[in-house]
């Protein structure tokens, strides 16, 4: 990826060149447009030059020709002498560079009278002489100065002097009327364009050392564009190195260094607004970090101490959700520690005296079966021990309603106990139902968190934490309830054994009142007490039997009620760990 310090120079150089090369360009098209201009008026300037210069040679000759004319005219020539003296001195005559120009004479007939050149065409009639091109040279020259009395110039193709080029020439002729002779002269053409090429070719070099000139100090103009243009990239993209710094370390959650930019310009204003954003996260981390720690320790009184904006505003929402859930819960989970733990040691209470009873009773059934013996073994003293057996039956069945009394009394609180389980086993399922929604919450969290993007990768650590937090409340309560249910589950043991325990009781009260109608046999029939000792006898023992395993479930069941009341004390104690609210 180009940075932008390489983008900043890639466009300045590139705008440099476009620049230079408009400037080269537009100086090139300037110079060449004056040198086009200065040639133009040059080779004008040069072939009106020529013109003038032709011109003024050919009227320089007729005056000349004047002159012989007024001579002859005053009687000192003859018409030939005068001719032939005009004849010589016109093929004599010589002008420009080198003398290069030279004059020949045509009649208005069309016969060539002097050529200093072509002398033997001298008296030929050159009426049809025509150039490459088609041009009828002589009858062209002489329709130019029979239209004008001052001449005039034409054009035509026309052997040089070295009898073998032929080029294009240009021609001034005068007639001369008092004689009717043309004289004529002329440049040709390329030897002008030669001149021309020469100056053209001297104009041309200025063009090049101009246009290397220009060359150069666009060069330079571009090489000094250039170093200013990376003095300044490196000043413009010095603060935005420190801009790009600052947001690598926020995108991965290092909040411990500013941007240090001391410009008033937009990348100052951007960098402390980076700032300003770090250091409001630092806030919010902080606030966070702090209200979760003292969440672990126990502590659900603690409070929001910086004041949270924008989308932080659903994690503060979320957070005290989970708190004040977790307080009301915990708080839910005292109360009924405190009950668990009422209710066990009243069922321990009734289990100890329900021991102590059935004790009792065992005592007396032995005893009953001591007397018993002595009665099988001493029928003689029938009589007698009948009305001590009658009240010791007596006494028994004082002791059995007591016995009922007190089973009924374990029945109900055995049934109390079962109905605080299946409450405790509802409170057990709100524990759970809250641990469900903490856990939504802290994924609600999760989802905040990645909505904040890459700066909300912090709080989805916070969320995992809540998380945690709830799944040790789920298994807490699921421990609770396992516990809660093994009482539940020894509760309606013991529910069933005191059923079983009452209707042995019942049992034993029917078969008091059995013994109580024998003992009264006895004492009327003493005939058939052998028979009725042996009935009850039997009978003796079985409520012994009854009566010892009676005695076993209620030191059992004792046994279950001093555990629930210890898991009770130990949750209370789990639960007192947590500084809570009592209400919110």
Known sequence: MRSVKALLLSVNIFIVIVVAA??????????????????????????????????????????????????????????????KEA?????????????????WVDDTDYILIAHPILEEQEGDNRYDLKDQNGVMIIQEILKTVQSSKEGGFNEFYYTKADGVTVAPKRAYSMLFEPWGWVISSGNYIDDIEKIYDAHKG??????????????????????????????????????????????????KCDLSQPASIKSKNEFGQTAQTLNNAQEILKTYINDISRILHEMAEGNFEVEVEAEYEGEFIEIYNSMKTIKNSLNNTLAQIDDV?????????????????????????????????????????QAEHNS??????????????????????????LSQAIQDISEASDNIGKIIKNIDDISFQTNLLALNASVEA?????????????????????????????????????????????IQIAADTEKSLFAIVEENKAIHN?????????????????????????????????????????????????????????????????QI
């Open 22 to 83: 408009v400037i080269g360009l537009t100086a090139r098209r300037n110079m060449l447009d004056q040198i086009t201009i200065s040639l133009d008026a040059y080779k004008k300037t040069l072939y009106e030059g020529y013109d003038n210069a032709v011109e003024y040679q050919v009227q320089s000759v007729v005056t000349l020709l004047q002159g012989i004319y007024d001579r002859q005219q005053k009687g000192e020539l003859t018409e030939a002498a005068a001719k």
């Open 87 to 103: 004849i010589k001195y016109v093929k004599a005559l010589r002008y420009g560079k080198d003398d290069g120009g030279y004059f």
């Open 202 to 251: 001297k104009m041309d070099l200025q063009l090049r050392r101009q246009i290397q000139m220009t060359n150069l100090c666009v060069a330079v103009m571009a090489v000094v564009s250039i170093f200013i243009s990376i003095i300044y990239a490196q000043k413009f993209t010095k603060p935005l190195r420190k801009i790009r710094d600052l947001a690598v370390r926020l995108s």
């Open 337 to 377: 520690a405190v009950q668990v733990s009422f209710g066990s040691e009243q069922i321990s209470n009734i289990s100890q005296q329900l021991a102590q009873a059935t004790m009792q009773q065992t005592g007396s059934v032995q005893n009953v079966s001591v007397r018993m013996e002595e009665v099988l073994a």
């Open 384 to 409: 007698q021990n009948a009305e001590k057996a009658k009240d010791c039956v007596i006494q028994a069945e004082k002791q059995i309603e007591t016995g009922v009394e007190m089973m009924g009394k």
């Open 450 to 494: 990645a909505r904040a993007g890459e700066a909300g990768k912090g709080f989805a650590v916070v969320a995992d934490e809540v998380s945690s937090l709830a799944q040790k409340s789920i298994s807490s309560a699921n421990t609770t309830h396992e516990l809660i249910e093994s009482s539940i589950r020894t509760v309606k043991k013991g």
């Open 518 to 582: 024998l003992v009264m046999e006895i004492a009327r029939d003493s005939a058939e007490q052998a028979e009725s000792s042996g009935y009850i006898n039997q009978q003796i023992g079985n409520i012994s039997s009854a009566a010892q395993a009676n005695s076993a479930t209620v030191q059992q069941s004792a046994a279950s009620s001093e555990e629930l009341s210890q898991q009770a004390a130990i949750m209370k104690e789990l639960v007192e760990k947590f500084n809570i609210r009592k």
